[in-house]
């Protein structure tokens, strides 16, 4: 039996496999067509400290290798959250990694601070989101910034900081080593990429916000490469995604620094995909009789 447990700040994983915030809601709706106990942690939308009605429809289209979305963080706030999401997910043997969305950094640390006695396991930071105008990505593309942020949550917060980047940067390594000194205890990447569609026949942007995040096999190989340049910038550990949906895609990043992997897009055609992404990274293991993950982690120098 290969040991697939992994560790992300002092949390142990049974394994590395996880689903990307916003894919997956709560896992309520995909507790249909999988056993949650069988993930490493399940990620959820990002929560605000109040409602959010989120951008207007179209917020979702299909593109070549992927897909564009400008969701802009709907989400039912924090009190529901905990009320009704916390108690569905802690009947399965998974860990609980909330992903925790603000306007302004005070929002941030008010989020930080309800969740401090709540039942989860780690807390990720999204200063990525490309989809709203004010928190997400708006604070995730200056250096100095990531580290204001990152230093005020990890004030309020009693679970471990995972901090998710933006691909959307010239240097993403600058805010790898940002989220580092501002007292991170993780990173998560790739956010999506910023993208466009345009209707020729309508003559106007697919999605109603005009653009959009872009993911899905396409980014790939740009979460690949970020996920190497980071292992070598910082030593934090890595949660890498983009594009992931095959075993064989999850040990690339793997073999490029991450310790964890997350499976975001391809739920969206297979509900299935993280479990077949587990299966693969064990058919990868007995195939080239790797016994634990670290023998393969950040083998790419
Ligand atoms: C969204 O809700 O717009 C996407 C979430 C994200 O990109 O973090």
């Known amino acids: 039996m290969k040991n697939l447990k992994v560790n992300i700040a002092g949390v142990e994983l049974k394994n590395p496999v996880m689903t990307a915030s916003g894919t997956f809601g709560s896992g309520r709706e995909y507790g249909e067509y999988m056993d949650l106990n069988q993930l490493g ?40 959250f905990i009320e009704q999401d916390i108690p ?11 992903n925790i969305a603000g306007k302004t950094i005070e929002e941030y640390c008010q989020v930080a601070e309800r969740l401090a006695d709540a039942d989860v396991d780690l807390l990720e930071l999204n200063i990525s989101c490309p989809n709203v105008k004010e928190g997400g990505v708006a604070f995730g593309t200056d250096p100095r910034m990531v580290e204001k942020v990152t230093r005020e949550v990890k004030k309020h917060s009693k679970q471990p900081l995972i901090v998710k980047l933006s691909p959307n940067v010239t240097d ?54 970020m996920v190497y340049q980071v292992k070598q910038a910082v030593s934090l550990p890595i949660i890498g995604m983009g594009g992931i949906a095959t075993g064989e895609d999850a040990i690339e990043f793997i073999m490029a620094g ?39 982690r950040g083998i790419i120098k």
Do not use: C
């Open 41 to 80: 942690a399940v990620v959820v939308k990002g929560v605000a400290i109040t409602p959010w009605k989120g951008n207007p429809p179209p917020r979702i289209a299909e593109t070549y290798g992927g897909m564009l979305n400008s969701v802009g963080l709907q989400n039912p706030g924090v009190e529901v």
């Open 88 to 98: 569905f997910l802690r009947q399965y043997d998974t860990k609980i990694v909330v």
């Open 172 to 225: 993403i390594t600058e805010m790898a080593k940002a989220a580092e000194v501002g007292g991170a205890d993780g990173l998560s990447l790739i956010n999506t990429l910023l993208g466009m569609s345009i209707d020729i026949h309508k003559r106007r942007p697919v999605l109603a916000m005009g653009v959009g995040g872009f993911s899905g096999p396409a980014i790939k190989p740009v979460a690949v490469r």
């Open 258 to 296: 991450a310790t964890a992997i997350a499976v975001g897009t391809a739920h969206f055609h297979n509900p299935r995909a993280s479990l077949e992404v587990l299966e693969g990274i064990q058919e990868y293991m007995e195939k080239y009789k790797v016994q634990e993950l670290k023998k393969i």
